[in-house]
């Protein structure tokens, strides 16, 4: 099986557009030793309603990023090599969907070479303003619902590959594939492993993994899925995607 990677300017230009929002997060990523601004550094949120949103610092640091409607939202900052203060900000409303304008300032220190500081779970990206995973055929390019085989593939098993994008998604020195698990949930709220085949940083988008998994053979459809990725243990945010 042979993978290509995504034409991204199809697929992020989904996942960074502005929309209608009810809640901004302001603020600026600066190091914490000089006070300089650190740019391209992606600050992720994550609600429980309306799914992720990335933001990119500028060159001075500062961000904006706009969410919909969430009780829960999660912030937090990543850029590889890099370990930011606070590692995540929880902002939680009852009743009440979380809204107005919060600064929220994240200070950051580049590690001297690739280690494991604090292992966060990995953030598994969704369409805008949905809990749609934001996932194509990772051979084709084409949208859910998704064939369970596909005949234009490559090779004997014609298994439906995927490919997931994912931030803070890193395999330091030593780790191999073996230590990241992808899991689909049917309607059923049966279990089905994925087998992960590939994971590589997406050329230009340094903050950007895709990780491509293959549909097992018990799927049976058509039928709407939740998925997740672990990584050392650490389970991502769950979003959907069809099967046909």
Do not use: C
């Not at 190091?31 to 609600?47: H, K, R, S, W, Y």
């Not at 930011?84 to 979380?98: H, K």
């Not at 600064?103 to 805008?128: N, S």
């Not at 298994?159 to 990241?180: A, K, P």
């Amino acid at each position: 099986m042979k993978y290509f990677w995504l034409p991204l300017t199809l697929i992020l230009t989904t996942a960074l557009t502005a929309y209608s929002q009810t809640t901004t997060f302001v603020g600026r990523v600066f190091d914490e030793n000089t006070g300089q601004g650190i740019p391209n550094v992606a600050v992720v949120a994550l609600g429980n309603q309306t799914g992720t949103r990335v933001a990119l610092s500028d060159s001075q640091g500062n961000y904006t990023l706009s969410m919909g409607a969430n009780n829960n939202i999660r912030v937090r900052a990543y850029r590889t090599n890099f370990v930011f203060n606070p590692l995540q900000v929880v902002f939680v409303s009852t009743g009440i969907p979380v809204s107005g304008s919060h600064v929220l300032h994240f200070t950051g220190a580049p590690l001297p070479f690739p280690i494991l500081i604090f292992g966060l779970e990995p953030v598994l990206l969704t369409e805008d303003e949905s809990l749609k995973a934001l996932t194509v055929d990772s051979i084709s390019f084409q949208r859910d619902p998704f064939p369970l085989l596909n005949q234009n593939y490559f090779g004997n098993d014609k298994r439906t590959r995927l490919t997931l994008l994912l931030v803070d998604m890193d395999l330091f020195s030593g780790e191999t594939l073996s230590i990241v698990k992808a899991q689909a949930i049917d309607q059923s709220q049966v279990p089905h492993d994925l087998m992960v085949e590939d994971l590589r940083k997406v050329p230009g988008f340094p903050w950007l993994s895709q990780l491509t998994v293959m549909l097992p053979g018990d799927l049976v459809g058509p039928g709407e899925l939740a998925v997740s990725v672990t990584l050392r243990g650490k389970t991502s945010n769950s979003a959907t995607f069809r099967v046909q």
